[in-house]
């Protein structure tokens, strides 16, 4: 069984900054920590399809979206289990409910979390 409890969103002002996290739980006969390979993040806006924010692999290999280069930074905990999106600089673009994403390879679905809400006002 894999559990992915993210927190962190909330209501914030054009410019300003918040801290994603997500703690991942892996038990059960058959689940082995290769699940955790990659760690992300994605978003969905109302009306839009989910989309990729950020990747993590567990060396450190780190992909961004383009729209979130520069002002978005992407951390991993591997003893923990937990995966962090500093977000800087958030413009109203960046409304979206954020989920955290663990999967052993990028053609795998992998598991999601519940979605945490980040409101950027104007």
């Known amino acids: 069984q894999v559990q992915l409890v993210e927190s962190g969103g909330g209501l914030v002002q054009t410019g300003g900054s918040l801290r994603l996290s997500c703690a991942v739980s892996?038990?059960?006969?058959?689940?082995?920590?290769?699940?955790?390979?990659?760690m992300g993040w994605y978003r969905q806006s109302p009306g839009k399809q989910r989309e990729l924010v950020t990747t993590?692999?567990?060396?450190?290999?780190?992909n961004y979206a383009d729209s979130v280069k520069g002002r978005f930074t992407v951390s991993r905990d591997n003893a923990k289990n937990t995966v962090y999106l500093q977000m800087n600089s958030l413009i109203p673009e960046d409304t979206a409910a954020y989920y955290c994403?663990?999967?052993?390879?990028?053609?795998?679905?992998?598991?999601w979390g519940q979605g945490t809400q980040v409101t950027v006002s104007s």
């Open positions: 993590i692999t567990r060396n450190g290999n780190i």
């Open positions: 994403n663990v999967r052993p390879s990028l053609n795998i679905d992998g598991y």
């Open positions: 892996v038990s059960g006969r058959g689940i082995t920590s290769i699940v955790l390979n990659y």
